[in-house]
Structure formats: structure tokens, C-alpha cells
């Protein structure tokens, strides 16, 4: 009997992963991809738009970034390794603006953020990124992966599996106690 609400509880969190996922999906073909990615990533977390000035120029700057990150893939040959290197830094500074939107809506949508400007929150996601970037890596490297093997998987269940990661990253450092020295 206790297996069975194991179960249940498992399947009710992958429904609710799909279901966050598809809001996500549906809000940036609503929106045509280029500027609604924001309003995408915040429709994961609840429900409305998201209140934050020149989201359509950064969620702009993003597409712009998967476009040529796309092209410059596709433009890799065997006896040319500049693309291949233009491609890595472009996948780099693509993977770095994915993580970037992911922080400014995690920040957006804490209590404490309501006070602050639209400059503030930037500038604090952007100094948010660098806490714990390894590991925000590894995932979205991880998804990459995930997306080569399993479009549909991958389309369903990576933005939200990561947007938890990050909020299960933000948890367990908020939690770690500041040790002050006493001499």
C-alpha cells in the first residue's frame, strides 16, 4: 500500500515537470520565440507575466545567441578548426546567457526582490551566475545530452528539471551556516 503512493507521488511530480515545461514551450510560441523567453522561464514558476523592464531586450539578446550558436554549428567542417573553436565560444556564451535568465527569474520571484530596480536585479542575477557555475554546467551540459538522445524528453523535461536544480542550489546555500570568527 505504501508502494503505491510512491507511485502516485512520483507520477503526479513528472505530470507537474511536463506541465511546467509546456507553459514554458507555449508562452515562447505565443510571444514567437524571440522575446518571450523570460516570460516563459517565469510561467514555470507562477502564473502572469513578469513585471521586469527590457525582458524583450534580453530575451531578444538570448535568441540572438541560439541562432548563431545553431549557425555557426552547422557551419563546422572537418578541415577548419576556427568554426569549430567559434562554435564552443558561442556555445559558452549561450549556455552562460541560459543561466543568466534562469537567475533573473529566480530573483524576480523571491520575496525580497519586489523593492528592487530592474538594473538591481540584472546586476544581482549576474552575480548570482558565478556561485556554484560548475554545477549549473554539468546540467545544462547533461541536457545537451539529454536533447541529442531524446528531443521529446528534452522538450518536456529540461527547463523545469533545471529550474529546480537551481532552486534546490539556492536552498542548500542559503542554508550552509556563516562561521565568524571570535579572536
Given at each position: ?47 502572469g ?115 529546480v ?19
Amino acid at each position: 500500500m505504501k508502494n503505491k503512493h510512491k507511485i502516485s507521488a512520483l507520477v503526479d511530480g513528472f505530470y507537474q515537470i511536463v506541465k511546467s515545461s509546456s507553459f514554458f514551450w507555449w508562452t515562447l510560441l505565443k510571444q514567437l520565440f524571440v522575446y518571450g523567453v523570460l516570460d516563459g522561464l517565469y510561467a514555470m514558476k507562477a502564473s502572469g507575466r513578469l513585471a521586469l523592464q527590457k525582458k524583450q531586450l534580453v530575451s531578444f539578446c538570448w535568441a540572438l545567441f541560439v541562432v548563431l550558436t545553431l549557425t555557426s554549428f552547422l557551419l563546422i567542417k572537418q578541415s577548419e578548426p576556427v568554426t569549430a573553436v567559434i562554435f564552443l565560444a558561442l556555445l559558452l556564451l549561450t549556455s552562460l546567457a541560459t543561466i543568466y535568465m534562469y537567475e533573473i527569474v529566480e530573483l524576480v520571484s523571491s520575496s525580497h526582490a519586489q523593492d528592487m530596480s530592474y538594473q538591481v536585479v540584472y546586476a544581482q542575477a549576474f552575480l548570482n551566475i558565478w556561485q556554484t557555475i560548475f554545477v549549473k554546467f554539468i546540467f545544462l551540459i547533461l541536457g545537451l545530452f539529454l536533447l541529442k538522445l531524446n528531443l521529446i524528453l528534452f522538450i518536456f523535461v529540461f527547463p523545469k528539471s533545471y529550474q529546480v536544480l537551481l532552486i534546490t542550489i539556492r536552498q542548500s546555500r542559503d542554508r550552509v551556516p556563516v562561521k565568524v570568527d571570535k579572536s
